[in-house]
T-cell receptor, first 113, second 115 residues
Framework: EAQVTQNPRYLITVTGKKLTVTCSQNMNHEYMSWYRQDPGLGLRQIYY???????DKGDVPEGYKVSRKEKRNFPLILESPSPNQTSLYFC????????????FGNGTRLTVT | AQSVTQLDSHVSVSEGTPVLLRCNYSSSYSPSLFWYVQHPNKGLQLLLK??????LVKGINGFEAEFKKSETSFHLTKPSAHMSDAAEYFC?????????????FGSGTRLSIRP
C-alpha cells in the first residue's frame, strides 16, 4: 500500500531534550516536506526537499533541522525543543511538478513542557 | 507574492443542503490549486486539483470546484451535504520549479453538518 509513515504519533518531551520525528514514503517520490499545524493558522511549511541531498527552508524553519540522505526518508530534528514548538506535525511527499498532489502521513502530536 | 484566503473559518449546513466553501488566491504565475480534507485525528486527503485544464473540476465524494481566473477564486461546492462530510477543508496553492517550491495552505474551513 502506498503510504507516508510518521513516527511516533504522539510525543511528550521536556524543553531542550533533542528529538527526531521519522518520515518514510514507499512511492519513490522525489519531493518531501514537513508542516506544522496550529489552530487558525492552517499548515505552515517547515522544510522541504526536492530530491536526495537537496533541502531548503520553508516558511517557519527556525528551531528545526532536516536531512535527506535517502530518497524514502526525511526525518525532522528538533535539537533543543521549546514549548512554542508544541504542535501537530505532518510529513508529506509527492512527485515533482506543481500539479502533483501531496500524500500526507497521519501526523505527530508533539508536546514540549 | 502567493497567498490563499479561505473566507470562512466555520460553515454549518443542514444535511441534504448545498455546501459552499470559499477560497481566493493570489499568484504570480499560473498556479496549481488543490482542496484537501482532514477528518479528526487524520492526515490530509486530496479532494480535487486544478492544473490549467478544465475550469470545473470534479473530485471525490461528490465535491467539485470551479476555477475563476477573473475573480481569482477556487470555491468548493457539493449539491447535498452528508453527515460524513463534517471535517476541516484546506485550499492550497502550489508553484514548483526545478530548483524551488512554494506551497501555501489556507487557514482552513471547518464544516459542520446539522442533522
Amino acid at each position: 500500500e502506498a503510504q507516508v509513515t510518521q513516527n511516533p504519533r504522539y510525543l511528550i518531551t521536556v524543553t531542550g531534550k533533542k528529538l527526531t520525528v521519522t518520515c518514510s514514503q514507499n512511492m519513490n517520490h522525489e519531493y518531501m516536506s514537513w508542516y506544522r499545524q496550529d489552530p487558525g493558522l492552517g499548515l505552515r511549511q517547515i522544510y522541504y526537499s526536492m530530491n536526495v541531498e537537496v533541502t531548503d527552508k520553508g516558511d517557519v524553519p527556525e528551531g528545526y533541522k532536516v536531512s535527506r540522505k535517502e530518497k524514502r526518508n526525511f526525518p525532522l530534528i528538533l535539537e533543543s525543543p521549546s514549548p512554542n514548538q508544541t504542535s501537530l506535525y505532518f510529513c508529506a511527499s509527492s512527485s515533482q511538478g506543481s500539479n502533483s498532489p501531496l500524500h500526507f502521513g497521519n501526523g505527530t502530536r508533539l508536546t514540549v513542557t | 507574492a502567493q497567498s490563499v484566503t479561505q473566507l470562512d473559518s466555520h460553515v454549518s449546513v443542514s444535511e441534504g443542503t448545498p455546501v459552499l466553501l470559499r477560497c481566493n488566491y493570489s499568484s504570480s504565475y499560473s498556479p496549481s490549486l488543490f482542496w484537501y480534507v482532514q477528518h479528526p485525528n487524520k492526515g490530509l486527503q486530496l479532494l480535487l486539483k486544478y492544473t490549467s485544464a478544465a475550469t470545473l473540476v470534479k473530485g471525490i465524494n461528490g465535491f467539485e470546484a470551479e476555477f475563476k481566473k477573473s475573480e481569482t477564486s477556487f470555491h468548493l461546492t457539493k449539491p447535498s451535504a452528508h453527515m460524513s462530510d463534517a471535517a476541516e477543508y484546506f485550499c492550497v496553492v502550489s508553484e514548483r520549479y526545478s530548483s524551488a517550491s512554494k506551497i501555501i495552505f489556507g487557514s482552513g474551513t471547518r464544516l459542520s453538518i446539522r442533522p
